[in-house]
């Protein structure tokens, strides 16, 4: 069943273990394998340059939080199996039975809890990826793995921590602790109120670019109309649209909001949300991370005294970044099918998961039946 890791020597002399040489640990996350021939001879040189390209495209091909997270993942399963001496590759259902396994029980690392169901069919998916970007695809259907994974599922899964919504009047009080006589308080009103009215994910939010193919790591551009804000996203399965109307008061506006923070940041190309710097004076080059996001909800959640009842601890755990998704879903009094498409899912089922804090017994069977 099991294969035995054995020491590799590389050209230069040097020890390594299969593992090691099958990951990347760079920033950017995982390294793509470079196009070889069928023999396992280099490419020519005069293909090299079309190998290059093609990694370019691979690694277009995900998000860099999900190259990040695979290629974290797959580092700690190649751990393991040098641990255990064990091979990584070629991939043996069994072999990765077993880890699934140790992540479940707690003892795929010494004083770590045991991962949580989403984690190991992250885990999972990280190691299928990595064995298919080698040519070596895994089995995930072995029962091995399937049977094993199911167990873990009915022993251990408990139903998601959702993140709570943002309703509009909470939105409208968080915006209040914001000043608007400042750069970063301009920014950050257009973060929320176009996050929360587009239903954007985070990484969409700071994603935006102020027009078309005007950076690398962009994952979308606006466009500011009469009516509204038409907000273009490149997501998983393409090119999606997203219209942002205008609000019924400037104070509460997105589309207001977007035109102050861009006239005073004085912006004209490039990422739209960017660092303040300058002690609040300058607006810097650098795009955003999503986590911003996230902490500027928390942020002004807190300031604004959401959910007062609940101590601040509890109340940082529960808003994030797709509180203002969320809220969208959950305030939006129209037609099922238009929330859905907004937020940019294929079935009106995950819409409803985001519906937080809706009326769950608007419709009442109950009574309908006669009861």
């Avoid at 990951?23 to 023999?39: H, K, L, Q, R």
């Avoid at 921590?161 to 509009?168: I, N, S």
């Avoid at 005007?214 to 219209?243: A, P, S, Y």
Wanted: proline fraction near 5%; include cysteine.
């Amino acid at each position: 069943m099991s294969r035995q890791a054995t020491d590799l020597v590389s050209p230069g002399g040097d020890h390594f273990h299969p593992a090691d040489a099958a990951i990347d640990t760079t920033a950017v996350g995982i390294a793509i394998p470079a196009p070889v021939s069928e023999t396992g001879a280099a490419l020519p040189a005069h293909l090299e340059h079309l190998a290059d390209r093609a990694r370019g495209y691979v690694e277009a091909a995900s998000s860099a939080n999900t190259r990040r997270a695979y290629a974290s993942d797959w580092k700690h399963f190649a751990a393991w199996c040098r641990r255990s001496n064990l091979s990584p590759l070629p991939p043996d259902p069994e072999i990765v039975g077993l880890y699934i396994t140790a992540c479940a029980s707690g003892t795929a690392e010494r004083g770590r809890k045991p991962n949580s169901v989403a984690t190991i069919e992250r885990r999972l998916a990280a190691i299928g990826w990595n064995c298919a970007q080698r040519g070596q695809p895994l089995d995930r259907k072995n029962r091995a793995i399937a049977t094993v994974l199911a167990g873990i599922r009915n022993r251990h899964a408990a139903p998601p921590r959702q993140k709570e919504a943002l309703l509009p009047e909470e939105l409208i009080a968080m915006l209040e602790t914001l000043d608007r006589g400042t750069l970063r308080g301009l920014r950050d009103r257009a973060m929320l109120l176009l996050g929360f009215a587009g239903g954007l994910r985070r990484s969409e939010i700071v994603g935006l670019d102020l027009g078309r193919d005007q950076t690398e790591d962009g994952r979308g551009w606006i466009e500011i109309l009469e009516k509204g804000t038409l907000v273009r996203l490149r997501g998983k399965t393409g090119w999606r649209e997203v219209e942002i109307g205008r609000g019924s008061a400037d104070a509460t506006c997105p589309v207001a909001a977007l035109q102050s923070w861009i006239n005073f940041a004085r912006l004209a190309r490039g990422p739209l949300f960017r660092r303040v710097t300058g002690r609040g004076k300058a607006v810097g080059p650098d795009r955003l991370h999503d986590q911003e996001v996230a902490r500027l909800v928390k942020k002004t959640a807190l300031a604004a005294g959401v959910r007062g009842d609940l101590s601040e601890a509890e109340r940082a755990q529960l808003f994030g970044g797709h509180s203002l998704r969320a809220g969208l879903a959950s305030s939006a009094e129209v037609d099922e099918r238009y929330v859905q498409k907004q937020l940019g899912h294929a079935s009106a089922e995950m819409t409803r998961r985001y519906q937080r804090r809706r009326d769950r017994f608007r419709v009442n069977l109950t009574k309908a039946a006669g009861l």
